[in-house]
């Protein structure tokens, strides 16, 4: 079956502008995380949904953050007055169950570059 | 902050070899969980281990956890080429309601055809 699939894969932005980035999570489940990861790092956690509602933001670094999944399904990252700081791989996650135990599926990143 | 902290090391192996890497971490954990990220692509979910176990198998890979010392070992035995890529540890703990996933920084490995 299909993946996590995350859109653009890559993008592009002058400092300053906005951006939103997709994630189509695994058909089904119910739980769905954004990390971010920066060169030579390991991913960092930014938020968490449990269905439509944020159920852990405290990831999120600044009020420029803010993230959405309005159906309960697809999500959407969205970043303000970009900074060249914001430059990094943003992952997508996806899990049947949310709690203990619970295996995290991957997307493929979107890697955003702030000129 | 960061919970896993994988050894700061990049390991080059000859094909065959068995590959060892470490992690440690700072505060109770829930589980432990090891990935795979190849060059370009996604991070690949390779085993978890509960906090209540101590060693798990699955196919070339065992893993160990000692809770004492909080700290997780991961062998490959028997590696291949394909095996390279960068490992990262994530530990889930009750802490932060285990949904979200601390991550090491990872270490990289390269097998030697």
């Known amino acids: 079956g299909a993946g996590v699939s995350q859109t653009p894969s890559n993008k592009v932005t002058e400092k300053g502008k906005y951006v939103e980035l997709r994630c189509d999570p695994i058909s089904g489940h119910t739980a769905l995380y954004w990390y971010r990861q920066s060169l030579g790092q390991g991913p960092e956690f930014l938020i968490y949904?449990?269905?439509?509602?944020?159920?852990?933001d405290s990831g999120l670094p600044n009020d420029r953050f803010f993230a959405v999944r309005p159906e309960g399904s697809v999500s959407t990252l969205k970043i303000q007055r970009t900074e060249r700081g914001d430059s990094a791989v943003y992952l997508c996650?996806?899990?049947?169950?949310?709690?203990?135990?619970?295996?995290?599926?991957f997307g493929p990143g979107t890697r955003l570059t702030v000129l | 902050s960061q919970q896993g902290e994988e050894d700061p090391q990049a390991l080059s192996i000859q094909e065959g070899e068995n590959a060892t890497m470490n992690c440690s971490y700072k505060t109770s954990i829930n589980n432990l969980q090891w990935y795979r990220q190849n060059s370009g692509r996604g991070l690949v979910h390779l085993i978890l281990?509960?906090?209540?176990?101590r060693e798990k198998h699955s196919g070339r890979l065992r893993v160990t956890l000692d809770t004492s010392k909080k700290s997780s070992s991961l062998l490959i035995t028997a590696s291949r080429a394909a095996d390279t890529a960068s490992y990262f540890c994530a530990t889930a703990a009750s802490y932060y309601g285990n949904n979200r996933l601390a991550f090491g920084k990872g270490n990289q490995v390269v097998v030697i055809p």
């Open positions: 949904f449990q269905g439509t509602g944020a159920a852990d």
């Open positions: 281990i509960r906090s209540n176990e």
């Open positions: 996650a996806s899990s049947a169950l949310a709690g203990e135990y619970n295996e995290q599926f």
